[in-house]
């Protein structure tokens, strides 16, 4: 899987890059702001760009900023915004253009190797990758008629599909059988007025509906 790095840190973006490399991803560049990353990603065409939401040269959202335009002009590129702090404001921004190749996590998950690395698999393939204080902030902000009628334990199971969870990975996060899982997304499908199509994804419309407001 061919990445690129947004990062204005120089010791983070070696680090990524050396760390990524040893995953396995072929880092075919390691940029420091906004132009370098948009100009990398249109003459790479990666799989997955990761981005730090605050770079050069206000160090305020010229990561967010190309992350959207990235969203927009080269949408086989899937995105995954790193940031200190949870912004709802941001998260609704990148799922503007839809659940798929986005992912939003937390500085202090990249710790992780293994959760990090899957993020980034999981958004390179046209997945999503929240960090879960990022979708408990996204549950809070949404509330509609539909959404109320989810149970708690429905609420559980949508909140770990935005974070790109399988059915299997949810019945193991929750404690619960993958055939308990099933059931629940189907009534999470049913109560969202989300009706099987071969056109559509549910589960992305489903994160969607709840997400974004």
Do not use: W
């Amino acid at each position: 899987m061919r990445v690129v790095i947004a990062e204005d840190s120089t010791l983070l973006r070696e680090g990524l890059t050396r760390l990524l490399a040893e995953a396995g991803f072929d880092v075919v560049a390691a940029v420091e702001d906004a132009p370098a990353l948009l100009t990398s990603v249109g003459a790479h065409r990666p799989d997955v760009a990761i981005v730090d939401i605050r770079m050069p040269p206000t160090h305020t959202d010229e990561g967010l900023r190309a992350a959207v335009v990235l969203r927009r002009q080269y949408p086989e590129t899937g995105v995954l915004v790193l940031s200190q702090y949870v912004r709802v404001s941001y998260a609704a921004e990148l799922l503007d253009a839809g659940a798929d190749g986005v992912g939003y996590l937390l500085k202090d998950r990249v710790s992780d190797l293994a959760e990090f690395t899957a993020a980034i698999r999981r958004v390179g393939s046209g997945g999503s990758a929240f960090d879960p204080d990022v979708v408990s902030r996204l549950l809070v902000r949404r509330r509609g008629d539909s959404e109320s009628r989810l149970t708690e334990r429905e609420r559980a199971v949508l909140a770990l599909m935005a974070e790109g969870r399988t059915n299997q990975a949810i019945a193991q996060r929750l404690f619960i059988a993958e055939r308990t899982v099933e059931k629940h997304c189907t009534s999470i499908f049913t109560k969202l007025d989300l009706s099987a199509s071969p056109h559509d994804h549910r589960r992305v419309l489903a994160v969607l509906r709840y997400l974004n407001a």
